[in-house]
């Protein structure tokens, strides 16, 4: 990732070359993270070459029997171990390099706010608008990491506030508002339609009213079946009032306790 021309026109030097340091430290650990995955990968073909080599040699051993001696069977043990040895290295060497692979992983992520900043500014972007630099507001405190975990206490705290706030009931007032343009909008659609001029049969082509239109929602997969009419909707006309009212009424014994 690069800072564009356009957007680097929207910064001042001093930030254009900070963002560009950040942007290449960046590359730096993501070209660490590659490198260590492709030498852990290596060392993991390389372990089930050499496990697949030691297991053939101790294959090729005398089996153990149960008339063998302790002395024989110590020294079948230690030559079992002697073979085992490179096979130890390499998973050894192998797990070293898995570490070094997560290290930079987690170095990487520290590096994350550098795109994050560059692709904030491409949501910014206008023609001829520009940034100013400003300096850091100055913090009097006797312990920054105190004054981190108190400025992370108070997000914590309106994080709790806007959950709160979220999740709480709606007045009664709102849902039975948003209740009454749901039924009005059902209604409007089955709200009868005359045609003066229409021959042969009524004008008001009542039957066409009850009619089920079907139609798939999803055309190219051929899933999706859906149907509308029947109808659903002119009754809703008809009967709005009394909808209203009845569902307004249930609406009336809900539980609202700390409705926002």
Known sequence: MELS????????????????????????????VRS??????????????????????????????????????????????????????????RDRLRARHEAAQQRLELHIGAGRAVEWLAKQKKDGDRFKDFPLPAVKTKSFQQEVDRIRGEIMSVSDQWNE????????ADAKAALADEIDAVAARGAPRFDMRRRPGPPLAFADQFRISLWQSNPESGHGLRAQGGGAEFLVWMMRDEIKAKLGAMIDQADVVGAL
């Open 165 to 172: 706030a979220e999740n709480a009931p709606c007045p009664i």
């Open 36 to 93: 260590f995955f492709e030498e852990a990968r290596e060392a993991s073909e390389l372990v089930m070459k050499i496990r697949r080599r030691v297991q053939d040699q101790i294959d090729a051993l005398p089996s153990p029997t149960i008339m063998w001696s302790k002395e024989k069977y110590a020294a079948y043990e230690a030559e079992v171990d002697t073979l085992r040895a490179p096979l130890r290295k390499a998973e050894a060497d």
């Open 5 to 32: 021309d356009d957007l680097r026109a929207m910064l001042s030097a001093r930030a254009a070359t900070k963002i560009d340091a950040l942007l290449a430290a960046r590359e730096t650990a993501y070209m660490a």
